[in-house]
Each structure stands twice: as structure tokens, then as C-alpha cells.
């Protein structure tokens, strides 16, 4: 690409939105996908795969702060933390910010990824991959919590959306494999897609995790780059009470874990269940 060429997404048919490009630092196929890096004087540095954006430096913070600190302060005590995908590092970085974990596992399925993202988008992993709690695995997620012994208390599936090598991510046969990789009263979340677009996506997960976790439903948050609303995540326990903490609970939990955070808060943890009437009219068209 050359400078101040227009950068086009692929992800939905008939519209999408557009990035100038003012410089392109990477361009290369991946033993997995085609990977393209380039700065925006809006976003920032900006990662595409196939086609489709997956991170800014402009608003990563929000994506990242909400798939992490949702689920480990909802959690309360988790000690096991599971990323499956999250090779560009952001996630890492914001599990590793929570000092009583004691193990922290991560499965990239490329590491072409991991080696690029470390040169050209390190404010991403800000050091995280340094990390003396992190067991870095090269692997197929699914094939991972397929043939893992090991146990987790919270699993966090930053993964693409469900095409490519993101496809599997999305899976019955992953869900089983991450249910059966939980401790008793784990919680698994991951990335579910811009409900208003891809409402198909989240209707399918639910579908499907309900068929391993008895308590199964989203929570959102508004993401710039992933244009169309909000976006979902996707949340399975088998304990209600986990997503129902109060903010005062949550506050406590928050300020002893000593967190500054851009995007999260207590009250935006409470506020991000509330979901729109359209997503709960096609999930109970589903039941």
C-alpha cells in the first residue's frame, strides 16, 4: 500500500469503513493469514487479518479492559488464567496487571503473529510477554483445551471473528474443551461480534454454550473500530451470581487490586449485562 492510499475493511458486504494510509510498516502472509500493519493519523497503529481490523492503538484500552477485568473481578479469586488467541498482546498485558494470579497460559495458534506485533505494536504487550507467570503456547486453541490436563479459572477467547483460522474458535467442540479446562465455578468469555450486524453469531454461540453451562448470556461495550454498535461478549458459568456482583462489591475488588483502567469501572461492569431489547428478542426466538 502506498502512503495516503485508502485502506478498505472486507468484513461485511454492500458497506464498511475506510482507513488512510499513512505509512504501512508490515505487509506479509503468516503461516495462517495475511497480516498487514499501518499508522492512521486518527487510530494510531492499526492491524488487519484478511481483510478485517483487529486492533487500534486508539482504542484497544476499551476491548481490552472489558475481556479481562469483567470476568477476573467477577470471578473474585481467580489464581489461572487462560488467553486463547490475543497474539498482538493486550490481553496479556491487562491479565498480568491482576498480581494474585498465579499462572497465566496463553495459546496463539500464530506465531507470526506474537513476533510481529512485539516490533510494531509494542505499547500493545507494554512488556507483558517478560511476564515470569506466562506459559506461551503455539497451538491450535481447540486442540489446547482438548488435550489439557491442566484447570483454569478463567478462560478469555480473544479470538477473530468466525472466519479463517478464527473459525473453530466458535465451535461446539471448543466450548466442550473450555468447559471440561474450567475449575468448578469458572467463567469463560469471549469475543461475540457486533450484535446489530452479526446477530447470528451471537444467537449461535448462545445456542451452543448452553449446551455445556447453565448460565449463559453477553455483556457489551461500544468500540470505535468495530463499527456498528456495540459489541458483544460472550459469558457462560454455571453460577448466576457471578454477573450479578453489585458496583459496591465490585469497587472493593477493583481497589484492592490497585487498577487504573481508561474504559472500566465498577459501574460500567454492573451497566455492560443491560442488553438491547433486539439481541433478547432474537435470543429468546432461539429458546
Keep these: 500500500m502506498a502512503q495516503n492510499e485508502m485502506w478498505y475493511e472486507t468484513l461485511h458486504a454492500g458497506f464498511g469503513q475506510y482507513f488512510t494510509v499513512d505509512k504501512q510498516l508490515y505487509r506479509d502472509k503468516t503461516a495462517h493469514q495475511d497480516l498487514v500493519i499501518f499508522e492512521n493519523a486518527a487510530f494510531g497503529r492499526v492491524m488487519a487479518l484478511d481483510g478485517v481490523v483487529q486492533t487500534t492503538e486508539r482504542d484497544e484500552f476499551i476491548y481490552h479492559e472489558m475481556m479481562t477485568h469483567v470476568p477476573i473481578l467477577a470471578h473474585g479469586k481467580a489464581k489461572r488464567v487462560l488467553i486463547i488467541g490475543g497474539g498482538d498482546g493486550a490481553m496479556l498485558r491487562e491479565v498480568s496487571r491482576h498480581q494474585t494470579l498465579e499462572q497465566i497460559t496463553m495459546v496463539e495458534i500464530d506465531a507470526g503473529v506474537v513476533s510481529f506485533c512485539k516490533t510494531y505494536l509494542p505499547n500493545h504487550s507494554a512488556g507483558a510477554y517478560d511476564d515470569p507467570r506466562l506459559n506461551l503456547v503455539i497451538d491450535d486453541g481447540v486442540n489446547f483445551v482438548s488435550q489439557t490436563d491442566e484447570k483454569f479459572d478463567v478462560i478469555i477467547s480473544d479470538c477473530t471473528d468466525p472466519i479463517g483460522p478464527g473459525e473453530s474458535l466458535f465451535t461446539s467442540e471448543f466450548y466442550a474443551g473450555c468447559k471440561n479446562a474450567l475449575n468448578p465455578g469458572g467463567i469463560f468469555v469471549a469475543q461475540n461480534g457486533v450484535c446489530f ?9 448462545h445456542r451452543k454454550l448452553g449446551h455445556y453451562f447453565s448460565d449463559v448470556s453477553f455483556y457489551q461495550a461500544a468500540i470505535p473500530t468495530y463499527y456498528g454498535g456495540i459489541m458483544t461478549f460472550a459469558w457462560a458459568s454455571d453460577n448466576e451470581t457471578l454477573r450479578q456482583w453489585d458496583a459496591t462489591t465490585l469497587q472493593s475488588r477493583f481497589d484492592d487490586a490497585g487498577l487504573r483502567c481508561r474504559y472500566y469501572n465498577p459501574a460500567i461492569h454492573v451497566g455492560s ?9 432474537a435470543l429468546s426466538c432461539e429458546e
Excluded at 450486524?197 to 454461540?205: F, H, I, K, R
Excluded at 449485562?273 to 428478542?281: R, S, V
Design 197 to 205: 450486524l452479526q446477530q447470528d453469531e451471537a444467537v449461535n454461540s
Design 273 to 281: 449485562f443491560a442488553l438491547p431489547q433486539y439481541l433478547l428478542n
